[in-house]
């Protein structure tokens, strides 16, 4: 056997995690289908948690073209050599479901989702709050912005 056959057998080519980083379920049922390119997020919150997947994941195409372009930054999103490790991530509210509880006005192609995203650089462990910001145009999901609440 040529010695290149040899080594393409003892590297497994890489793979997707089996659970999903977003804390759903298995990767490929999940957020795996919507990364792939064959489903488009039904929601601002799934759109959100596919997004911090594609984070983890390194996935600057995915992030990119969820991102809206009126505010997508013209730079790289990811940096590859970033020492940077993902370690969970909390939805704290989707903004439509309190406005449904609270009986107010909601717009279908406008929401808000509040998360904590959990990650260490060098060893010391950090944490996101963001509250982001969503729109859907053409029944696409795409992130606008955020703020970060003290």
Request: hydrophobic fraction near 35%; glycine fraction near 6%.
């Amino acid at each position: 056997m040529p010695a290149y056959a040899v080594a393409n057998l003892t590297m497994p080519p890489p793979t997707k995690p089996a659970a999903c980083p977003c804390g759903g379920a298995a990767f490929a049922t999940c957020c795996g289908p919507y990364l792939a390119g064959a489903a488009v997020a039904p929601s601002a919150e799934l759109l959100m948690r596919s997004r911090y997947t594609a984070y983890t994941l390194g996935d600057e195409t995915y992030l990119r073209a969820t991102w809206h372009p009126s505010t997508l930054p013209p730079g790289p999103i990811v940096d590859p050599d970033e020492r940077l490790q993902w370690l969970g991530l909390e939805v704290k509210s989707a903004l439509r479901l309190r406005q449904r509880k609270a009986n107010l006005p909601e717009s279908p192609d406008s929401d808000t989702v509040e998360f904590v995203a959990r990650y260490k650089i060098a060893g010391r462990a950090h944490r996101l709050h963001e509250v982001s910001r969503f729109v859907r145009e053409d029944g696409r999901w795409f992130y606008l912005d955020g703020s970060f609440p003290e």
